[in-house]
């Protein structure tokens, strides 16, 4: 992907409004902290993935100790 040049950020910059919502207006923070604390094990499980040399022997490790973890991939698909 190429970097953007600095005309196109200028652009981006004087097309943004002034609001006087904050973040919270247009998210809810409580709700994400709370989604993000229901799959956090999870996710830190599914790092443990990341470098294996034998990816598929680690996830059928992981698989076999705790097939649960996997339960957060359509999440991880989604946000991709």
Known sequence: ????????FDLFMTQLW???APL????DFPKIK????????SLTTLNYLIGK??????????WERDPRVFDVM???????
Do not use: P, W
Not at 24 to 27: A, D, L, P
């Open 18 to 20: 002034e609001t006087n």
């Open 53 to 62: 040399e034998d990816l598929r022997g680690a996830v059928e490790a992981l």
């Open 34 to 41: 709370k989604n993000v604390r229901d799959i956090e094990i």
């Open 24 to 27: 919270s207006f247009y998210c």
């Open 1 to 8: 992907m190429a970097a953007h040049t600095k005309e196109q």
């Open 74 to 80: 359509d999440i991880l698909i989604a946000t991709r």
